[in-house]
T-cell receptor
Framework: DTAVSQTPKYLVTQMGNDKSIKCEQN?????MYWYKQDSKKFLKIMFS???????INETVPNRFSPKSPDKAHLNLHINSLELGDSAVYFC????????????FGSGTQLSVL | DAKTTQPPSMDCAEGRAANLPCNHS???????VYWYRQIHSQGPQYIIH???NNETNEMASLIITEDRKSSTLILPHATLRDTAVYYC???????????FGKGTKLTVNP
């Protein structure tokens, strides 16, 4: 069983389109994250949700809108995709009550043409 | 700002110990040291963490200096599968986010 699963694994789309990436965790964790890894391999936090509530928004453009229907899911919707959005997006989760041990998904490679 | 300093790259022979250093000279008393690694095309993976005592688990050992200004991650018998980027991160207890730096690219050679 995959602990943190993301779909799709690859996403190729045109500029201006709207796309979504889904994330689910079966670990019973209450906190979930989205990280972005750009072409230079820097891994940057985008959002954090705790029990469906937004905790962290790292000055991400409004075109990015996370949605958490329940604490096991954190989806990322991106409007009006731009070339600079091309990156690998990682979902992660952790048990907020313990420590900072994050469990990451395998990533979604987004390519905007 | 990751606030840790790591060498950009290191090499290690298969079967030998890999010792990865990290400098965190401005670490405060309530900040932990966490280590993650990212194998190519995969998500980061937690390895180990510590506050001031040395720690060991099935993956690695973490040695933290007495003044806590630096630490060393030790992979006792490196294998080819340990080739990855290793990140040393300082985290305040109860913090909501991990800030990743550039890490050390470890290459294990046959």
């Amino acid at each position: 069983d995959t602990a943190v699963s993301q779909t799709p694994k690859y996403l190729v789309t045109q500029m201006g389109n709207d796309k979504s990436i889904k994330c689910e965790q079966n670990l019973g964790h209450d906190t979930m994250y989205w990280y972005k890894q750009d072409s230079k391999k820097f891994l940057k936090i985008m959002f954090s949700y705790n029990n469906k509530e937004l905790i962290i928004n790292e000055t991400v453009p409004n075109r990015f809108s996370p949605k958490s229907p329940d604490k096991a899911h954190l989806n990322l919707h991106i409007n009006s995709l731009e070339l600079g959005d091309s990156a690998v997006y990682f979902c992660a989760s952790r048990d907020r009550g313990t420590n900072e041990k994050l469990f990451f998904g395998s990533g979604t490679q987004l390519s905007v043409l | 700002d990751a606030k840790t300093t790591q060498p950009p790259s290191m090499d290690c022979a298969e079967g030998r110990a890999a010792n990865l250093p990290c400098n965190h000279s401005t670490i405060s008393g309530n900040e932990y040291v966490y280590w993650y690694r990212q194998i190519h095309s995969q998500g980061p993976q937690y390895i180990i963490h510590g506050l001031k005592n040395n720690e060991t688990n099935e993956m690695a050992s973490l040695i933290i200096t007495e003044d806590r200004k630096s630490s060393t991650l030790i992979l006792p018998h490196a294998t080819l599968r340990d080739t990855a980027v290793y990140y040393c991160i300082r985290v305040q207890g109860g913090s909501e986010k991990l800030v990743f730096g550039k890490g050390t690219k470890l290459t294990v050679n046959p």
